[in-house]
């Protein structure tokens, strides 16, 4: 598999206010809420305000952000959207549940495309921010069908 930024600039910017985002989160813990009201889009000539907190809630390891939360002392976080192509990338699809035999069936996929990659400054590490995009895009469950077995 290759990786390769597309251009020199990221194509988008956005900063979340750690300041108003651990308090609201420590407040009521509602991470979606605590994310999209303390989210300030910057840049975005390239990209709809829209589609970068969407980004920003599903592509950012947010786990490990409030895993360390209270260790890191920065007022704020910078997530640049960084454009990229890839080759020879393998993703896994669902493919079928055999409850039956307790087997769940993943096919992989080899892939060419473009996507984008969250540099997250909060993290501080780019080889992090690589493996972030990695671990969200090679098993994207989410959007797929399962087929299940049925047995009669």
Do not use: H
């Not at 597309?6 to 194509?11: A, F, G, R």
């Not at 407040?27 to 009201?37: C, G, P």
């Not at 992090?128 to 797929?144: A, E, P, S």
Request: hydrophobic share 40%; aromatic share 12%.
């Amino acid at each position: 598999m290759e990786i390769e930024i597309t251009d020199e600039k990221p194509m988008a910017e956005a900063k979340i206010d750690m300041v108003g985002f651990k308090r609201m989160y420590k407040q009521d813990l509602d991470l979606r809420k605590a994310i999209t009201q303390n989210f300030i889009a910057v840049n975005k000539d390239k990209m709809s305000p829209d589609t970068m907190l969407q980004y920003a809630i599903y592509a950012v390891d947010w786990g490990l952000v409030l895993d360390r939360l209270n260790e890191i002392d920065k007022d704020e976080m910078v997530l640049k959207y960084v454009g990229i192509r890839f080759t020879d990338k393998t993703e896994y699809k669902p493919d079928i549940v055999k409850p039956t035999e307790g087997k769940i069936i993943i096919e992989p996929e080899i892939k060419d495309g473009e996507d984008i990659i969250i540099v997250n400054s909060f993290i501080g590490c780019f080889e992090f921010d690589i493996k972030q995009y990695l671990n969200w895009t090679t098993f994207n469950f989410g959007r797929k069908n399962w087929k299940t077995e049925v047995v009669m």
